[in-house]
């Protein structure tokens, strides 16, 4: 098994810190995704500003949970569990 450094939730200062507790607002908690790329905050906030602006936002003809089904699925066919 690969061994990431990460940097943990109780260790994360200035923009980790911040974009782990959105994390924690949004979901409940901080995914392992987000974790795996903490030595780059800025890198996990280009992931949430591309995912937001694909998935999130209003468009026709998909509506935004449309979208997360279709993420789900296609992640789950690719045997991506995360």
């Known amino acids: ?9 109780d260790e994360a200062t200035g923009l980790l ?3 782990y507790e959105e994390g924690r607002r ?5 995914y392992q995704i987000l974790k795996v790329s903490s030595l780059l905050p800025e890198l ?14 209003p468009s026709a003809p998909l509506e935004p ?7 789900t ?4 066919e690719n045997e991506c569990f995360y």
């Open 1 to 9: 098994m690969a061994w990431i450094r990460i940097v943990e939730e």
């Open 17 to 19: 810190a911040r974009l």
């Open 26 to 30: 949004r979901a409940g908690r901080v």
């Open 44 to 57: 996990i906030d280009g992931y949430i500003k591309l995912y937001v602006a694909m998935v999130k936002r």
């Open 65 to 71: 949970a449309e979208r997360e089904m279709i993420a």
């Open 73 to 76: 699925v296609v992640s789950f």
